[in-house]
Nanobody, 126 residues
Framework: QVELVESGGGSVEAGGSLQLSCAAS????????MAWVRHVPGAGRAGVAI???????NYAAFVKGRFSISRDNAKNLLTLQMNNLEPDDSVMYYC????????????????????WGQGTQVTVSS
C-alpha cells in the first residue's frame, strides 16, 4: 500500500525559503514517478516539479531556478527546496506519486497519479 505524507509547510516572508518533505512508502524505488503539485483556489492544480525514479527532473517555468526537487532513496523521502519565495507561491502543496515512470513533461496528467498526500500550506508574506 502506498502512502504519502507531506510536512514542512509554513509561513515565511518574501525572499525566504522553505523545504517541503514527502514521506513516501510503498513505491518501487526503481519504477515510479513523483511530483509536487500546488492547488490555486479558483484556478485548479498546477504541477510544480517532477522527478522520475531514474533521477531526472523537470520544473514548471514559474519555479525554475527557485525550486529544487530531490529524493533520499534510503529514507524514501521526497523533498522540495523552495528558495526566493514570492507571495504568489502561497497555496497548498501536494505530493503525488505513481507506480510507473513518466516523461516528466508539463502539464501533468493528474489522472495517472494515483497516490496523493494530504497537502501542506505555504504562506508567503510581502
Amino acid at each position: 500500500q502506498v502512502e504519502l505524507v507531506e510536512s514542512g509547510g509554513g509561513s515565511v516572508e518574501a525572499g525566504g525559503s522553505l523545504q517541503l518533505s514527502c514521506a513516501a512508502s510503498g513505491l518501487d524505488s526503481t519504477n515510479h514517478c513523483m511530483a509536487w503539485v500546488r492547488h490555486v483556489p479558483g484556478a485548479g492544480r498546477a504541477g510544480v516539479a517532477i522527478r522520475n525514479s531514474d533521477g531526472r527532473t523537470n520544473y514548471a517555468a514559474f519555479v525554475k531556478g527557485r525550486f529544487s526537487i530531490s529524493r533520499d532513496n534510503a529514507k524514501n523521502l521526497l523533498t522540495l527546496q523552495m528558495n526566493n519565495l514570492e507571495p504568489d507561491d502561497s497555496v497548498m502543496y501536494y505530493c503525488a506519486g505513481r507506480g510507473t515512470t513518466c516523461d516528466r513533461s508539463f502539464p501533468l496528467d493528474y489522472t495517472t497519479y494515483h497516490y496523493w498526500g494530504q497537502g501542506t500550506q505555504v504562506t508567503v508574506s510581502s
